[in-house]
């Protein structure tokens, strides 16, 4: 059985001014604590699983009063002389319930801890860990892993003259590509620093059709995530959007995303000539 949460309670483990680890205390309702040590990639998992569970609407915050009124204490010996062992070496979805999700954590000393979150606990824990990320003076940490949790990088691409494709592959965990829908292909046309108009691209998956709102943001915060796209942020350019598929009825393999990438290339190409 998995455990569930009464209390939470959060810290942050610094070095010279820069994040290690989020400490994250919890009381389950057996009176028994658990303490575990997020470090920057498994911290960004956790909020992709809570980020995809956050209610669409405010709830009442009546779970965050219960929440924060069994708070476990953290100790500051336990920031100080924190436990290897209880960091955390994998984070993993497995089980996507209508109004809960189980989380299981996975720690270096091969322990795993099933953690049951209800819907309604979500918000207080998210604010928890912003709040206690902003106190330690690491806002920007936070803002940075936040912009990343609603999409799933697959394929960056760099388009030749030749027709050929050069490009980086994203491999991520099954429950990952489970959590998002829509399958999209992003072309960015701009001009290197010799004048010359270069495309680059993209293949991504997202909760969200091309044409919204919420992707258009997606598509301006992946120039700054990707190695690749990195030149073509801040560059002036013309960007195109399309949807190569949604729902969950299939995985798209690579030659399937590269060759849409290709297409919409030749598609961009001439809405412009």
Known sequence: MPLTIHGLNAGVIRRDNNFVALALKIKHETKDDSLLFFPL??????????????????LPDDAASVLHGNAPALME??????????CVARVALIDDAENSLTIAFTLNKDETLNLKIADTQIPALVNLIIRAMNNAG???VVESVSSIVDFLPLYDVDCQDNAQLEYDTYQHPE???????????????????????????????TRTPSRSKETQGIVKRLLRFSNRLRKVDNAPCKVFVRTL??????????AQCLHAVHNLRLQAEKSVA
Do not use: M
């Open 138 to 140: 690491l806002r920007a």
């Open 77 to 86: 010996d336990e920031l100080k002389n924190a436990d290897a062992s209880l």
């Open 41 to 58: 990639l498994a911290l960004k998992d956790l909020l992709i699983c809570l980020e995809h569970h956050l209610p669409a609407q405010n």
């Open 175 to 205: 429950w990952k590509y489970r959590l998002f829908s829509h399958y999209l292909v992003v072309i960015y046309q701009y001009k290197n620093d010799q004048g010359e108009a270069r495309t680059s691209g993209s293949v991504i998956k």
């Open 245 to 254: 598929a949604a729902g969950n009825q299939g995985t798209l393999t690579q």
